[in-house]
Nanobody, 130 residues
């Protein structure tokens, strides 16, 4: 399974971006999906995840601002990011794991499930700055 994230860029505080992740080599219907991010000098942290049944989880820092979604027909995962803040600046990675019908792979806090994701894509840089 391979993943490739895109859609990052430079945005002003309060702005919006939508990240996309194309998944190949597997049928997305059977996979839980997630977004993680890593800022310079910090550990990778969970942002959001979604199970095969559509259950979602978010980190406290992005709740109400970010929305994860998936399109199993197109094998795509998205992260809609609104009201972006400078603290959101990071490299964003999409990840997936084979987990049909399993809910424990997507739960809060996301740090508890980070190691359950087997496949990771190259990240896309998001910079929030005026």
């Amino acid at each position: 399974v391979q993943l490739q994230a895109s859609g990052g860029g430079l945005v002003q505080p309060g702005g919006s971006l939508t990240l996309s992740c194309v998944v190949s080599g597997g049928t997305l219907d059977y996979y839980a999906v997630a977004w993680f991010r890593q800022a310079p000098g910090k550990e990778r942290e969970g942002v959001s995840c979604m199970t095969t049944s559509g259950k979602t989880a978010y980190s406290d820092s992005v709740k109400g601002r970010f929305t994860i979604s998936r399109d199993n027909v197109k094998n795509m995962v998205y992260l809609q990011m609104n009201n972006l803040k400078p603290d959101d600046t990071a490299i964003y990675h999409c990840a997936t794991t084979l987990a049909q019908g399993l809910s424990f792979v997507c739960a809060e806090p996301l740090e508890r499930v980070k190691n359950l994701y087997d496949y990771w894509g190259q990240g896309t840089q998001v910079t929030v700055s005026s």
